[in-house]
Every structure is written in structure tokens, then in C-alpha cells.
């Protein structure tokens, strides 16, 4: 058996790895046109920024440790430029003599990652604008920085990596600007939750430019003049173009491999393209999302290594294992926070036509009387009908990852709110409450799913009319801190004996600080002859952050 | 309705407040014996070690806080002596008064707790000897602390709350030493984990003696004598007793309600008694151990808490919500590791005739190219049949606590390991690599399970005879650095060029440092004619804490 791989990173050296563990006495040829295989690009902007000092820490294997360890022989500066499926052959090319030869394979494996888009906007050629995807790339921009002795830096696209190199440089000491285009960071969030992010970031004194885009590049004395839609101009030592990357399917498609509605290579459940001999995975890929049924694309290392996996048993073992779908499951350090996200967001399954409730809650990473608990806030939605839950998104610091994973654990399998509700967590004072975060997510969903608990969202309070009362369950010394215009406030715990001074006949749009005392509130006045109660999801700190970043805002915020 | 708690801690005040939200118009009642309700058991060590400081933060509600947000008539330092399920009243005495009253209910809950075991060893009633189960206890222990300058501790008892006493003891620089009469530390634990535990402690200077118990306690000059079974004699100015915790079951004996198997109050499951009106939660109860069938107690905060709200529930909506047990996830911190079990140990299993299989990883807390990982040990049990995931064992530093919480889910709905093949973790290399531990420890299961894997265990080194092949797979300088009696050296990456060193009709058991080069090298050997190879699971590293650990260690390390 001749077993070939085209990339020899992620997805294609975790293939090539698991296929000799399965086949000892295959030949295995794998092709990377770059100069290293097998290096941790996920940790290329923590180069950058020296918080990884030791280059060599980036390579996981290096061509001549993966040929001895695997046996593989690996062809490293070689570029693929062309598959035959017919005579079953590749075209390659050396990157450094030139030479251009053929090999034939059984099997091939297509793993050619995606490429960071480069608009072609004026002034995009200039000196000092990178994109960031290998460890050339990095090379280039680390000694860029040293030797500019870059002061400015200017970040476009605040996704993942845009952000987390808007850090890394922050850290460095330059002045960073965000310019992003949408109305928030993070696409795969929802608005609120990238709205704590949006908080924490210009907290630290970092330029965020949202709803804006870049419209050209100028060279000027000192470096680049960045020209947004806004007509503003920025000054930049060093530019990041972070808006994004694109399914690399330029062989595929050269081979007549079908491209599906997602833009990446079609795969069916086995991993095997439209042709039986070659497989694919990774970025490149495209497979149908477990929870819309719609073609999707990840650009996640985790499902890229599985993949490798299952790709390898199916080659060896005769397409024995289906692949299931990621549920796109990311996090990344925004600035110290952690932020992440798994399944749905909100916006795309109202997109995709799919009913669902969100709820949010706020809790401790730990127990509260132990020392170094931190707040995080989590966003569930769940079907209104049977619990199902489609995604969850979480916004904290310490053990902000811990509660995604489980989250994620829960959507992968297709599980319920019920799960969350019945979730036993290990408890310790250092490592969380009797309840667990994930308990009160589900706690909290389980009342709105059987009507314990009515809400409505912070984007609602500007529907809260004449007729109608908000009412801030807070301290009195809360309330004086900052409320939401127009609210009264009584204290929970004088509620039982202050209800005469609410009317029965009005909607009654109760808030508190996170939540909990605005639902205690509720039940109150719901088993007290108040028909039309309802609860702020997420609090007034929720609120807060959101209507900050909330240009239009008509609510008045009285601090 | 009136509804009465016994009880108002963790079990008996998440009773009394869900059943308040559910209904705001009954009367109810919670009689607490002690001075505090609402309090954190589980902080008390910390407070202890001054890394609580704020005596306040202890108490989560005071008895005028919780009568105020949830209108509930806390009675403190009023005993329940007697029930009466006929007349359905109960029978309360004033600790200060001494007033002797009843009480009648519709509802009664019994949320009394576990008293600590003081067994009647001579001397025990000397001053110095403590059990810490609540705040009156801490006092004492504090004040006790202080005022003699106390600086030898001896703590009996290697359990969760004796390790965590150690601990703090240690922090405020007592020189500790612990007693315990098993041979290991944790019993939940299967003696690996233990052992790693075990070395931990050690190397941090905490004398531990196992196998051995103390027979009786003397009054000194400066302090106490502790008297072991082996004859040894330790001083100490302080003594803390851990060595369990019972059932309080007295009231729910006398007032003739069943007792189970377990000791513990038998319930059904919506947590009623076998008296209708009469259900109880947390410590004091048992119930099905959802892995063995067997009956059993837990004596934890998150299981008392969700049962509190399962069981007002049930009291209020008539039996709707079925408690489908607790799986004993528990965890705690020893001197900074963290360490945790989630299912039945292997042990436990074995003792109770499940058929199971037993696999030992080990992973960094996130990639090993970004700074900060740490190594956690990763042990599951699952069965050969179906590989239903019975339980998780987990040591480490930073982000132990996560890997269990995910595994304790999965086993929590009886998930199988291709649930930890196919989890989706969030990956960013600050958070974990590309595969999670926990795909890690699935990966290495799913092998066994299909036979991909042939592997030994450490207790097992010793039956390896004259006729087998005892091979190191590690590097020359892994190997110079301590190996395994009679183990020769052949490193992987040299295993294909030296095939012949080794002969096909020996069975040849492998290892390297944790199992994995050990695997790959069996990967190589297995299709290269050789039928017999085994691979060392957890690989040297367990090895060697657990030969450390025994007494009788018949095998020779060589360093
Ligand atoms: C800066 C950065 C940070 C990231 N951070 C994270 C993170 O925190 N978490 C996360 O989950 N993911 C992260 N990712 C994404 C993750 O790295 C990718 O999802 C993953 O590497 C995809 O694997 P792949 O094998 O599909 O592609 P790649 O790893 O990109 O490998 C593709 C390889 O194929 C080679 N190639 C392409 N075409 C050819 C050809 N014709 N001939 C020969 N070779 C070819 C390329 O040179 C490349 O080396 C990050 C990515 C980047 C760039
Ligand atoms: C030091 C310590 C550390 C712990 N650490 C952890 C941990 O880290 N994680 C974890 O999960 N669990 C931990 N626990 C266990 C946890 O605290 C218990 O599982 C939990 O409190 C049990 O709740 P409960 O309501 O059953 O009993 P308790 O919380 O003990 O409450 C019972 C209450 O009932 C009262 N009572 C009893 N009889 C009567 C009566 N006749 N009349 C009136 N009142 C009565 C008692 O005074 C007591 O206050 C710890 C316990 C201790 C002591
Ligand atoms: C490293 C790389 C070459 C893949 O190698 P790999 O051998 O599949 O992966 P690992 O080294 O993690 O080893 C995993 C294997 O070891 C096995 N293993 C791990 N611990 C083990 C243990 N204690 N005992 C036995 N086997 C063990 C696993 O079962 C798995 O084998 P399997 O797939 O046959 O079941 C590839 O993942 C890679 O190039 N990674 C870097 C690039 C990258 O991922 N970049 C993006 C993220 S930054
Ligand atoms: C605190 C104590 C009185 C219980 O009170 P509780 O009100 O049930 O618990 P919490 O304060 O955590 O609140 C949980 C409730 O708030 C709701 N809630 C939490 N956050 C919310 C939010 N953002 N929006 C709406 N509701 C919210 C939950 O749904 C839950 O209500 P439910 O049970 O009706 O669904 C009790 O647990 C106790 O005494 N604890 C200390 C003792 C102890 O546990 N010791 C051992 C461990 S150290």
C-alpha cells in the first residue's frame, strides 16, 4: 500500500502518524511545501508576543524526527501542484531545485489547510502588512517588529486570532488598535457576550473600532497610514490582517473533486471526497453541522486532529468510522479573559429558522468565602420544546474553560437541559460551589422551559412602556450606583411587605444585579395575584455591558 | 401546609429555600440544634488555615438574612428530640432555654447530617482532640491552635477532610503527620492514584503512616502522646480526628422509620421515607449506587444540595422529579495537587463483580509548547463489553479538576469512551493541546478495547519470569536515570533497526516514561511477528510511585 498526504501539519501528520500505527509495512509519503511539518500554529502569536520564548517549542515533530519515529517519508519544501485521479498520481514540485516529478498513491489524503484572505486593497503590498498562518509568517513578523522597533500596531478583523495577537502585542508594549467590520468581535458569539469582551478590552486601554473597515494602506515617513470607511486615519508601525481565511481547495478542485455549498472540499461521513481513493480533512473541509444540517467549515486544530484519526481507520480499515460533525467548539485568552463558545449561536440558528430560548446566568468560579473567585457569565440556548441544548457560550476567567468543556460535552451528544440540571461536579472550595455554574445555567433553564421563570433581554427594556413598571430588586445602595432608567427600586427583601405599592394590572419588568433576586422577586409576585411578571435574563450587569457598547443607545443610564 | 426541616445547612436550607419559591404561602419551619444555619462545612479547614480569613464569609445566610428573603421561621439552637408519624408533630427543645415544645406538620424533611466518629480509644477525652464537622468545632480548633501555640499536629485519618486539615495545619506551619489504618490515603481512590498522592505529600516533609492506627492517647508535660498499633509514639499538641463520618439517623430510628443497608435513612426515589409525609436529603440517607445497585451513602455538598431541591419538589408537586442517585464525584486539593474520583473505583468494583478494565494516561494540563503545563494522571475503568465508562481517577495540578468534571458527566448518563474519543474540548493553547487529556485517556481505551493494545500493570512487574523480555523503550538517558529490574534498552526510534535483538516466542513486556512510545512500539512489533507484547500501563512513571508506596517492594529500581 502507498498511502500520499498533501500537508504535514494538523491534519495531515496526525493521518500519516495513526496510519502507520494501523499499517507498519505501508509507504507513506507525505508533502509540505513549507519549510517545517508538524508545528503548533496555534501558538505562532504567543511566539510573537514572548510568551513563548523557544522557537523550538513550536515543532511537535521535525521532518527528520517524524521520519524516524514513523517511518514516513516526508517531503518537506515540495508543493503538490496537481492530482490525477485517474492514474492515481500527484504532481510535485521542489521548492528548492525545481524539480518536478510524479508519485503514484493508493490512497491520497488532502489536508492543504486554509489561506488568510488578502484583500486587494490599495496599498496592500506595502511594507509592514502581514497575514499570519505559519512559521514563516512569524519569522517575518517577529523580526519586523524588532528591527521597525514598532511602537503602533493596528489589528484588522477581531476574530480569534485577530484578538489574540492584538494581546500578544499589547503585551509586547505597542499601542493596538482593533478595526473590525461587523458590530462586534468574535463572529461565533453572540452580541452580549462579545459585548463583555468589547468591555474588558477597552478597559485596558486598547483603540476598538467596530462597524468600520480599512480602505487602504499609505507608506508614510515614519511607517503606514491606515485609511478606515470612517475617513479616519491611524498611524501603524505594523499592520495584522486577521480578517479571516478561506477552505484551500485550489488542488481539490483542479482534480474535478466536488466543492460543496460551504466553500471547502465535500466529504461524506467517512471523509472520502467525491472520489473513493481520496480523502479529506481538516480545514480544507466541509461536512454537515450537527445542529442546522447546514454545509459547514471549522478552522479548529482539535477537529482537525480527529479527523486525522478517524480518516487513517477508515483508510486502513475500510470507512469503519463516521465522523460526526464538530460542533465548532473555540475559546481564546482575550487579554487574560476566556471566552468560548460551542454549538449554535443564537443569531445563526435564528438564521438557520431554528426556535430556541436563551438564557443567562452568572456565577463564581469558586465558592465565594474561598479566596480568588471570579465571575463568569454563560449564555445557554435550548429548545423551547424538548431542552435540547444548541449552544453555549461563556465569558470569565479561571475555570470559564471548564464549564465550556462540559457545556460542549453536553451539546456534542445531542443533550438536554435536564443534563445540566442533574450534572454532578466535583466540589471542592478551590474549584466550585455546591452548585456548580453548569448546575445553575440548567437550574435556570429548567424554570423558563416550564414556566417557573418568564424573562425578557436586555435589548427589551427600550419596549418597557408608560403603563408598564421596571422595578430594580437591588440594594438601595446598588440602585444609587447606577439603574436602569426608570425603574423603581425595592429591595427583595422588603417586597413581601411592599406590595401595595405595585398594581396587579401592570407588566411588572423586574431586574437585579445577575438575576437571582429578580426571579426570587417573581415568584413572589406571580403566587401574589401579579399575572405579567418578568425577569431581566442576565441582570443589570448584563444590561450594563451591552447597552456600553451599544452606539444607538436610547435607554439613559443613570450613574 | 406547613412544611418542618430538621436540619438547616447544606440539605435542609436548599430545602427550605426551593420550597418557599415554589410556595410562597406555606408556613414553614427549619430547627437547627447548632448556633449557625447556612453555613460552609466545607471552608472550615481553610478558615482554619487562615486562607479564609473573614469568619463572616462562612455563613451563606444567617438565621435573620434567610428569615427575611424567604419568610421562613428559622428556629437555631432548638433540637428536634422526637417524631411522632402518627400525631405527624415533632417534638423541639430550646438548647438555651431548655423549653421542650411540639410542633405538627403536613411535610416533614430530615436534613440532620453525619456525625463524626469518635471511637472510645483510652484518653480520647483529653483536651486537644478534635473532630471538625462545624462551625462551634472550628472555634474551638482555632482558639485551641492558638492559645498553646500549637506545633506538632497529628491528624488521624487520611480521608478528603483529614488531607484537607493537613494541608492547612501544614500552611500555618505545624509540622503534621498523618495516621491512617489503610494502606493508602482517600479510599475512594484505587491504590495508584493513592500512591501518587502519597509521594506528594512526602516530598513535601508530612510524615504519613500507613497500616497503622492509633490505640489510645496520653496527657503530657507539653502535650499529648498518640499511641500506635506498631509501637511507635508520637507527640502532638494537636490531634485531629477524621477518620469518618455516620448517618445521623437517630430521630428517623426512633420515630421508626426504616434504616437501610447502607446505615443510612432508606428512601425511595423521590427521597421520601417509608413514611409518606416524611422525605430526607443529604448525608444521613441512602440510596441505589447507580453503578453497583448497591446502597450507599455520600457525604457531599452538591448531591445534599440538588437533593433540596428535588425533594421540595416532590413535597410540593407531589412526587414528580425521580433522584437518580450521585456517582461519589468528589475532589480535593492536597497540598496544591488536586486530586478526584468520579463512578466506583476499581476496587469497588471488583468487590462488587462488574467486569471491567483499567487504563492509565497521562497529559499535560494544556499544550506543552505554551508555558505552565503540568502533568495530570488520567485513570479510567470501563467495561470490555461495551466499554460503558464506570469511573475516572484524576491527579494533577492546573485543570485536573476540568478533565474530571467531563469524565464525571459521561459516566453520570452512563456514557461510553467513545463519548472521550469524540468529546470537543475547547482548544487554545493556554486551556489544553489538540487532543484534551480527556480524548487522551479515550483514545488509549478504545485501543484496549479493540485489542490494539495489549497491556499490563505495574503490581504485575514482578510475574515477569526468566523466559520473558522486559524492554525500555525510552531513550539511553531515561533509562541511565532508573528503569525497571532486568528491563533492556532498545529506543523506539531504533525498535525497527534492532528487531532482531529480540526473539518472536518471548512474551515481551514494554514500557517507556507514561505508555505511549511503549504503545508505538508495540504497534511496530505486533506486525512484525511478534504476538506476545504487552505494554506497561501508566508506564514508569506510575510504576514507580507505586512501588515507592510499597512496603514490600520485591522488584529492584535501579537509579
Ligand atoms: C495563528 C493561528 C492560531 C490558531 N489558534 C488556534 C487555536 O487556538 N485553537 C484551534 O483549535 N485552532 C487554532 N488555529 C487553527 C488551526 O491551526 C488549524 O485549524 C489547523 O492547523 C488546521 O489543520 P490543517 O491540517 O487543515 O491545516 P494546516 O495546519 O494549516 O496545514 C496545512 C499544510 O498544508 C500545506 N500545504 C497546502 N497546500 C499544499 C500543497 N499543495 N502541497 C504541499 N503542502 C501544502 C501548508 O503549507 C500547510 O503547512 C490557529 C491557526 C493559526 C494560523
Ligand atoms: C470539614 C468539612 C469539609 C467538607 N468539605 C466538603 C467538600 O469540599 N465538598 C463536599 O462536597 N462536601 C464537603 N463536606 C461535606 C458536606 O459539608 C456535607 O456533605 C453536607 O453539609 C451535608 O449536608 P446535610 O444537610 O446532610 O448535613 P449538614 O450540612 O451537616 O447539616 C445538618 C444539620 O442538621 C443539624 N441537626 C442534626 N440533628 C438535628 C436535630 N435533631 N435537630 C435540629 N438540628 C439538627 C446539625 O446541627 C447540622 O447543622 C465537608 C464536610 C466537613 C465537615
Ligand atoms: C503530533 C502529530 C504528528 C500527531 O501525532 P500522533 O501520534 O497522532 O499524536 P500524539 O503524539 O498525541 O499521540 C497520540 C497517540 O498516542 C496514544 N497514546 C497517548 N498516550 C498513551 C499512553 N499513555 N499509552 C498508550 N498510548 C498512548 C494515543 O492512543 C494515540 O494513538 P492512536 O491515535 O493510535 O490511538 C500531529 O498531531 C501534529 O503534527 N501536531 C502538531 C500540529 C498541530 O496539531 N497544530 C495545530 C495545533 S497547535
Ligand atoms: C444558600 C442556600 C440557603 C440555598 O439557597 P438557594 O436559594 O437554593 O440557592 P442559591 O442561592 O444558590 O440560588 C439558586 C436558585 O437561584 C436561581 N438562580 C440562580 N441564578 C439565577 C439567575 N441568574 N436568574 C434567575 N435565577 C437564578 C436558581 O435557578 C435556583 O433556583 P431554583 O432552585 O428555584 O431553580 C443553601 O444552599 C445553603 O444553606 N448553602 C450553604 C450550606 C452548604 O451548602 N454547605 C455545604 C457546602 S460548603
Redo the contacts between chains.
Keep these: 500500500m502507498r498511502y500520499i498526504i498533501i500537508g504535514a501539519v494538523?491534519g495531515g501528520a496526525s493521518t500519516a502518524a495513526r496510519l502507520?500505527?494501523?499499517?507498519?509495512?505501508a509507504e507513506i509519503i507525505i508533502f509540505e511545501k513549507g519549510e517545517y511539518i508538524s508545528y503548533?500554529n496555534?501558538?505562532l502569536p504567543?511566539y510573537i508576543g514572548e510568551?513563548?520564548t523557544d522557537r523550538n517549542?513550536?515543532f511537535?515533530q521535525t521532518a527528520a524526527?517524524f521520519n524516524?519515529?514513523f517511518?514516513i517519508d516526508v517531503r518537506v519544501l515540495t508543493e503538490v501542484t496537481g492530482i490525477d485521479p485517474g492514474k492515481k498520481t500527484v504532481t510535485a514540485e521542489n521548492q528548492v531545485t525545481g524539480d518536478v516529478y510524479e508519485e503514484t498513491y493508493d490512497k491520497l489524503v488532502l489536508s492543504p489547510g486554509a489561506g488568510p484572505i488578502r484583500p486587494p486593497l490599495p496599498g496592500i503590498g506595502n511594507d509592514g502588512i502581514f497575514t499570519l498562518r505559519n512559521v514563516s509568517d512569524t519569522d517575518y513578523i517577529k523580526k519586523y517588529i524588532y528591527h521597525k522597533q514598532a511602537k503602533k500596531a493596528v489589528v484588522v478583523g477581531g476574530g480569534?486570532i485577530g484578538l489574540?495577537m492584538a494581546e500578544n502585542l499589547h503585551g509586547l508594549g505597542l499601542d493596538v488598535t482593533i478595526i473590525e467590520m461587523g458590530n462586534q468581535v468574535m463572529a461565533p458569539l453572540d452580541f452580549p457576550l462579545a459585548a463583555i469582551v468589547q468591555q474588558h478590552i477597552r478597559s485596558l486601554g486598547v483603540h476598538l473600532y467596530l462597524n468600520n473597515a480599512v480602505t487602504g494602506f499609505e507608506q508614510t515617513d515614519g511607517g503606514l497610514a491606515v485609511n478606515l470607511k470612517s475617513g479616519d486615519v491611524l498611524d501603524a508601525d505594523i499592520v495584522i490582517l486577521s480578517i479571516g481565511v478561506r477552505p484551500d481547495t485550489r488542488l481539490a478542485a483542479g482534480a474535478g473533486l466536488k466543492i460543496g455549498e460551504g466553500r471547502g472540499i465535500y466529504v461524506n461521513e467517512y471523509l472520502q471526497t467525491s472520489n473513493p481513493d481520496i480523502y479529506a480533512v481538516g480545514d480544507a473541509i466541509e461536512f454537515e453541522n450537527p445542529i442546522t444540517g447546514q454545509a459547514m467549515v471549522t478552522y479548529?486544530?482539535?477537529?482537525?486532529?480527529?479527523q486525522g484519526?478517524i480518516c487513517a481507520n477508515n483508510i486502513v480499515m475500510g470507512n469503519v468510522q463516521q465522523y460526526?460533525g464538530?460542533?465548532n467548539?473555540?475559546?481564546?485568552?482575550v487579554f487574560g479573559m476566556?471566552v468560548?463558545t460551542?454549538g449554535t449561536a443564537s443569531k445563526h440558528l435564528k438564521a438557520a429558522g431554528i426556535k430556541h430560548t436563551v438564557s443567562t446566568t452568572s456565577s463564581g468560579s469558586h465558592?465565594?468565602?474561598?479566596?480568588g473567585a471570579k465571575q463568569m457569565t454563560i449564555q445557554v440556548a435550548f429548545s423551547p420544546d424538548n431542552g435540547r441544548l444548541y449552544n453555549a457560550q461563556v465569558a470569565g476567567f479561571d475555570?470559564a474553560?471548564?464549564r465550556?468543556?462540559?457545556l460542549?460535552?453536553?451539546i456534542?451528544?445531542n443533550?438536554t437541559i435536564d443534563?445540566l440540571v442533574?450534572?454532578?461536579?466535583?466540589?471542592?472550595?478551590?474549584?466550585?460551589s455546591?452548585?456548580?455554574p453548569v448546575?445553575m445555567a440548567g437550574?435556570v433553564a429548567e424554570n423558563i422551559l416550564l414556566g417557573r421563570l418568564n424573562i425578557f433581554y436586555w435589548d427589551e427594556t427600550n419596549k418597557i412602556g408608560e403603563d408598564d413598571l421596571l422595578l430594580d430588586v437591588r440594594s438601595p445602595e446598588e440602585y444609587r450606583a447606577g439603574y436602569i432608567g426608570g425603574a423603581i427600586n425595592i429591595p427583595?427583601?422588603e417586597l413581601?411587605g411592599r406590595m401595595d405599592e405595585l398594581s396587579t394590572q401592570k407588566n411588572i419588568y423586574i431586574y437585579c444585579e445577575a438575576g437571582l433576586r429578580g426571579?426570587?422577586a417573581q415568584?413572589?409576585l406571580r403566587?401574589?395575584g401579579f399575572n405579567n411578571v418578568y425577569n431581566l435574563s442576565g441582570g443589570y450587569r448584563l444590561w450594563k455591558n451591552c447597552t456600553a457598547e451599544t452606539e444607538q443607545n436610547t435607554i439613559e443610564v443613570v450613574c
Design positions: 494538523a502507520r500505527r494501523l499499517d507498519e509495512h503548533a496555534c501558538g504567543y510568551v513563548i517549542k513550536l511537535v524526527s524516524q519515529r517511518n480569534f489574540e479548529l486544530a482539535g477537529p482537525a486532529n480527529k484519526r460526526h464538530s460542533i467548539t473555540a475559546i481564546v485568552q476566556t468560548g460551542a465558592a465565594g468565602y474561598f479566596p475555570g474553560d471548564k465550556l468543556d462540559i460542549s460535552s453536553v456534542k451528544r443533550g443534563e442533574e450534572f454532578e461536579h466535583a466540589y471542592a472550595p478551590p474549584y466550585s455546591a452548585k456548580d448546575n437550574f427583595i427583601d413581601r426571579y426570587l415568584r413572589i403566587q401574589s
